[in-house]
């Protein structure tokens, strides 16, 4: 059992980590050969274009202004001066919500931990229970500031419930409050909106296949028999998914292709060679150039007989379509109410935005997703008992005393202090870590098996999976595997009637392994983030070997984004953690309070600064972060009521069976008041945005606009693509992309020259791919050049940049770095 010495090792250990990483992050982020691995997102917005302009030659790499080395926390502040109305102009609804969870936990916990550490640290501390049991079970002084440490019948647990009530009744008013915020900030997001395809389209899955009739024919005759008055398109969907393959084959070819080029530049005396066999080790050494080209040559046509293959075989077109209607209210209607009285027939969704489908999954049978999700399902709990293994041997060695008892022979290495006091203090939250680690990946890819077609679905259902794996593998699993490893030689020497109170006595015993794990996930953790020392270390490789234009530099750069399926669970971890030891063991709390107000300082940084997002849901995740806290609400009434039993506290543990019910109550009433913001769209919000519309724009031309929001993007990568083949449908008039009318608020879509490229690397700008905030670019692109053209902003930037410099002041706002 770690004592409190082996806990300060710990801290000192993860506070000099934290540290070192804050320290490197201040050193690297000011220098301007790391400035597009720091500060991405404005590049990406265009607020940046050159990290500094200098005249000496050692400048335009190394920082040489000596000031910003004496201000590495500057960044703190200054992460803090964005309001949160610019934040979300600037980076979306999404990030804003995340960051307001961390604000969340600091409101909760600040409040408890003041009055559980000045009630019940000295009730539990004068209770001298475990003074009696020291021969018996193994403790430490923090178990001594623990509810185990109350003499059983003892009238302070009366305390301990009555605070229970009051943390509960507290922790529901925030929830309440927020839910009802969230919910208003997503219906203003969405009126606030400017026109998106996703407004008007419906995703509409199973069509029925009629003999004589083609998928594209039968949406057409359904949609304009049903909906007559407000279906305007569709496009249907295409199984492409052997096309993408090539296409990010050839994508990897064209990589090494450029780099051999690029090297072979540099050393033209010397043509690059490489060996045709099995990973380039093996086999005859040809010339590498050659090689490439040849390999891209045969690509291309296998690409262009594959696309024809694709549309001139009807087998290829999936049962599913976007349907595009003239109106956000037909598009509501349809959208969410039942289509055909088969209620397995015509199944219709709101389409995800362009941007967050995940292209690969609408070609899965619709049959076969029921099947898919049990499968999943299955691994799912299989994969959580497979895990309980190393879980199992983490917790033995955050229990060495249980585990000398266990097998004296250890005994000589394990009592060396410092060995000591590391394996109990750091290593075991560490490794914990490291075995978590790829576990996200793996969740995500039994999600896409499970066929969701939207990648923002895809993270909140492996954010789920997540979730119940750290419920059940690291919180009951660790206090499981905990107990019977370290109260072992209790339960062999003791009364079979005495297991029951041994057992809840040991419940807050893993407070001193969840305190390490939270330094070493929470501190050193969220300092590393704030490092991207992986990303750092990939966009100067790029940079040495692959980028040989601005535009490739601009693709090295990986922003990335809020990864939503690991973070989101890890956060509820920690609330669970916080409402369950509020009560048990309320030391734990300040630990919690610095992860929550560090975190938020980390990742308000590096939203502002760093992440592009993927997509944007408008906050849909916010139900699934209510409905865990209430979760943990739950199991921490049910560990206490199960920890009072072991007490024999009959007089006051009864009062506890009425703090669940209420709990649930008030769920179900969150749940009905709240969540219908998150799962339909009203009718009355559309019809209002509607008429808006009509009165700004009369003259729309909706049907250009909407015509090929949909297309598949892999038709966007290569020469003599013509998007009439695949647009719409064949019974519709075909509008030339290069002339269409469109709405003067949209992002113009690329043109057919841009479209045809002969280098997936050189390929059109994704404007569907960017948020409606971030700002417009039209590229001219040729093969070695990258220049802008025009720089257009739909709506005001809430930072605006002169020519960025460190340490110079912003143009207006004051803002500086």
Same mark, same amino acid.
């Given at each position: ?308 293959? *694709?549309? &001139?075989?009807?087998? %290829?077109?999936?049962?599913? /379509?976007? @349907?595009? =209607?003239?109106?956000?209210?037909? +598009?509501? !209607? ?36 029921? *099947?898919? &999700?049990?499968?999943? %399902?299955?691994?799912?709990? /299989?994969? @959580?008992? =497979?895990?309980?293994?190393?879980? +199992?041997? !983490? ?423």
């Amino acid at each position: 059992m770690a004592t409190l010495g082996d806990i300060g090792v710990s801290a000192l250990i993860n506070i000099l980590g934290a540290f070192a990483f804050l320290l490197a992050f201040a050193l690297l982020r000011i220098q301007p050969i790391n400035d597009r691995v720091y500060f991405p997102k404005w590049y990406i917005a265009g607020g940046r274009t050159s990290p500094r302009h200098s005249s000496n030659f050692v400048g335009k790499f190394v920082n040489l202004n000596l000031w910003t080395y004496f201000t590495f926390l500057s960044w703190m502040p200054q992460a803090l001066k964005m309001s949160e109305s610019e934040l979300i102009n600037h980076a979306g609804l999404d990030s804003a919500v995340f960051l307001r969870i961390y604000i969340l936990g600091l409101k909760i916990f600040g409040p408890i931990a003041i009055v559980a550490l000045v009630v019940l640290i000295p009730i539990n501390a004068s209770g001298g229970t475990l003074f009696f049991l020291r021969k018996d079970l193994v403790v430490s002084n923090i178990d001594k500031l623990s509810i185990s440490n109350v003499h059983p019948k003892s009238i302070r647990f009366f305390v301990h419930i009555g605070l229970e009530y009051l943390f509960t009744f507290w922790t529901c008013f925030l929830l309440y409050k927020e839910y009802g915020r969230v919910a208003s900030m997503r219906l203003n997001f969405l009126a606030s909106q400017r026109r998106r395809a996703a407004q008007f389209t419906v995703l509409v899955r199973n069509v029925p296949h009629v003999s004589g009739r083609s998928i594209s024919d039968s949406v057409d005759n359904f949609f304009k028999t049903n909906h007559p008055d407000h279906y305007l398109c569709h496009q249907a969907v295409y199984n492409a998914n052997k096309f993408a393959k090539l296409v990010r084959k050839r994508e990897r070819i064209q990589n090494w292709l450029d780099y051999n080029q690029l090297k072979f530049e540099r050393h033209p005396d010397k043509r690059p060679t490489k060996k045709r066999g099995f990973l380039g080790l093996c086999g005859e050494k040809v010339d590498a150039i050659d090689f490439y080209k040849k390999q891209i040559n045969d690509l291309d046509r296998r690409l262009t007989m594959e696309r024809q293959r *694709i549309l &001139k075989d009807p087998k %290829s077109i999936v049962s599913a /379509a976007f @349907v595009s =209607f003239n109106s956000r209210w037909g +598009a509501a !209607v349809c959208a969410q109410t039942q289509q055909s009285k088969n209620p397995i027939l015509w199944l219709t969704n709101w389409a995800p935005e362009p941007r967050d489908v995940y292209w690969k999954n609408l070609a899965i049978p619709f049959v076969s997703l029921s *099947i898919r &999700k049990l499968v999943i %399902s299955l691994s799912v709990f /299989a994969l @959580v008992f =497979f895990y309980m293994i190393p879980i +199992a041997f !983490v917790q033995s060695l955050a229990n060495l005393e249980g585990l000398e008892k266990v097998a004296p022979f250890l005994r000589p290495v394990i009592e060396v202090k410092f060995v000591k006091s590391f394996l109990q203090g750091f290593l075991p939250g560490l490794a914990l870590k490291i075995f978590l680690y790829i576990l996200p990946t793996v969740l995500m890819i039994m999600s896409k098996i499970e066929g969701h077609v939207a990648l923002s679905v895809l993270e909140r259902r492996a954010s789920a999976k997540y979730y119940y794996f750290m419920l059940v593998n690291v919180f009951l699993g660790s206090i499981v595997t905990g107990t019977a490893f370290q109260q072992l030689h209790a339960f062999l020497h003791q009364a079979p009637t005495q297991i029951p109170r041994t057992i809840g006595v040991s419940i807050p015993m893993k407070a001193t392994f969840f305190i390490t794990y939270i330094m070493v996930d929470g501190w050193a953790g969220i300092a590393s983030e704030i490092l991207r020392l992986k990303p750092l270390v990939i966009f100067h490789l790029k940079n040495t070997l692959l980028v040989k234009t601005e535009r490739d530099r601009v693709k090295a750069m990986n922003p990335g984004s809020v990864d939503f399926p690991e973070t989101l669970p890890s956060l509820q971890l920690y609330f669970l953690l916080g409402i369950v030891y509020a009560v048990v063991t309320p030391i734990l709390l300040p630990f919690i309070l610095v992860f929550f107000a560090f975190a938020y300082l980390v990742y308000r940084h590096q939203v502002i600064n760093v992440y592009n997002q993927q997509y944007e849901s408008a906050a849909a995740f916010w139900p699934q972060v209510h409905s865990r806290i209430i979760a943990s609400l739950l199991i921490s009434q049910l560990l206490l009521l199960g920890l009072l039993s072991t007490k024999k506290a009959a007089n006051s543990t009864p009062l506890l069976v009425a703090l669940p019910i209420l709990t649930l109550s008030f769920h179900k009433y969150c749940k009905h008041r709240f969540e219908p913001a998150f799962r339909k769209y009203p009718l009355e919000e559309a019809m209002a945005k509607d008429l808006e519309d009509r009165n700004s724009e009369p003259d729309v031309n909706l049907k250009a606009y909407l015509t090929d929001a949909y297309l598949h993007p892999i038709f966007h990568s290569f020469e003599e693509v013509e998007l009439t083949e695949v647009r719409v449908d064949e019974n519709q008039t075909q509008i030339p992309s290069t002339s269409v009318d469109r709405p003067h608020n949209h992002v113009p879509s690329p043109s057919a020259s841009e479209l045809s490229s002969p280098s997936p690397r050189h390929h059109a700008y994704n404007y569907e791919n960017q948020p409606p905030h971030m700002v417009t670019h039209q590229y001219e692109l040729d093969q070695q050049n990258y220049t802008v053209n025009q720089y257009e902003v739909e709506q005001q930037h809430p930072y605006p940049y002169d020519v960025f410099h460190h340490g110079a002041e912003l143009s207006s706002n004051g803002y500086r770095y």
